[in-house]
């Protein structure tokens, strides 16, 4: 929603959902669900808001969390409140909290966040800290945050704060990152669909061609944990986003069931919901016998999938890019039926994803078969690792020098139509 206060100020105001908790089991806080599309700022709110005070009639303690880069390449700031437990004894409260960043640099533009949560009803002697968060996400430059929380008692818990982001070189050229002075909020749906992407004016775009595994390195684990997941599913994302490709592939697997759970062809949008449905169809536990007995399954699935990927293919793509955690096997896949099949003309890119590679530094069972197709590899521990696989994907996919790969690209692009 755009609208105009008292010193007419352009503004957006976003729901932000916030993740609560309690150290003590025997109490919760309960956000309240989200009410209508349109939110008014109460005049008693902006005064606190424009004043600038740090206000404490409601004691509590905020914490602004620093910003951190993802791997969906955009930064990640937001903060931590705590409250005593006793500051909120009763029968019951509500607490409404909004805040509202301003770029420092560029114009006067705030973006308003606003969440409502209800409290149950608490005992005057509990012990203990209510905690509190929220998140939201900057693209580079510096920002200020004015930042409050009221309870129905109209006690009011202030605090502002300045916020700076800075693009790391390498990163500054690739799409997937926000333009500068831009706020959003953060989207809690992992698998929520990927707005539209402003493709570059040119008849060139490239198609790629992604194999995504979804299987975790540690036999131990059924599934992969919720932080991993989101790690792939945000790079996923970050491919999606660059404007030089027009069209996507995408065969996602599982090696412990041993077989495909998702795939599209040629298409100009990933479908994340559709994907996370297919992730989700990953029972727990649940493996065919037949798999049991049968040592060599593992390496026979993965043998068919690369095949099937890696051999020659009419059209081929521009590109092909293998995610995933490293995959580990009993038995080695066949090379001598890689080579049956012939080898795809597309360059080959395996983005290893793996946040402690001292834990298994070897070589695993995709890597092994790699030189077969002259394939680079690119480990991927931090954000910032990303952004160099990314940088050397698309220049090695260019079908020529005139393919651009950068934002301030991009824009030009966009100005042409």
């Known amino acids: 929603m755009v609208f105009s206060n008292h010193r007419s100020i352009r503004a957006r105001v976003y729901l932000l959902g ?3 908790s309690l150290p003590c089991a025997s109490q919760t806080l309960a956000p309240s669900s989200f009410g209508g599309s349109q939110h008014h700022v109460l005049n008693t709110d902006m005064a606190v808001l424009r004043s600038g005070e740090t206000r404490d009639d409601l004691a509590c303690q905020v914490v602004p ?6 791997f969906d390449l955009q930064f990640l700031a ?3 409140v705590s409250i005593p437990l006793k500051a909120l004894a009763g029968s019951g409260d509500k607490l409404r909290m909004l805040f509202r960043i301003l770029p420092l640099d560029e114009g006067n533009r705030y973006t308003y966040f606003v969440d409502r949560h209800s409290v149950p009803a608490i005992e005057p002697d509990a012990a203990g800290h209510a905690v509190l968060s929220g998140q939201y996400v ?3 430059g510096r920002y200020r945050v004015e930042w409050l929380m009221r309870n129905r008692a109209e006690q009011v818990c202030a605090k502002n704060w300045e916020i700076e982001t800075n693009t790391a070189e390498n990163l500054d050229a690739l799409a997937a990152t926000r333009g500068a002075y831009t706020v959003a909020p953060r989207d809690l749906d992992l698998f929520s669909a990927e707005p539209p992407v402003l493709r570059s004016a040119t008849d060139d775009l490239l198609h790629v061609k992604i194999l995504v595994n979804f299987t975790p390195s540690d036999p131990r684990d059924l599934r992969l944990r919720q932080y991993d997941l989101r790690n792939i599913i945000s790079i996923v994302r970050a491919i999606s986003r660059e404007p030089n490709v027009g069209t996507f592939s995408v065969v996602a697997f599982n090696m412990q069931q041993e077989r495909i759970i998702f795939e599209q062809d040629s298409v100009s949008r990933i479908d994340f919901p ?3 449905e297919a992730i989700e169809s990953i029972e727990e536990g649940m493996i065919d016998v037949a798999l049991l007995g049968d040592e060599e399954s593992g390496s026979r699935f993965l043998t068919e999938v ?9 059209p081929a793509p521009d590109a092909i890019v293998i995610l995933g955690p490293k995959l580990l096997l009993d038995k080695k896949v066949s090379v001598e ?8 003309r597309s360059p080959i890119f395996y983005f290893i994803y793996d946040t402690m590679p001292s834990a298994y530094p070897w070589r695993d069972a995709i890597s092994n078969v790699l030189r077969l197709y002259k394939g680079l590899e690119y480990t991927i521990t931090l954000p910032k690792d990303l952004g160099k696989a990314m940088h050397s994907f698309l220049s090695r996919s260019a079908p020529n020098s005139e393919k651009v790969t950068s934002r301030q690209s991009e824009n030009e692009a966009a100005g042409q139509e």
């Open 274 to 276: 559709g994907l996370g």
């Open 337 to 344: 039926r890689l080579v049956e099949v012939g080898q795809t």
């Open 18 to 20: 916030l993740s609560l």
């Open 65 to 70: 969390l620093p910003p951190k880069l993802g």
């Open 306 to 314: 690369l095949q099937q990927h890696l051999g020659e293919q009419e």
């Open 138 to 140: 900057l693209g580079p």
């Open 78 to 80: 937001g903060y931590r």
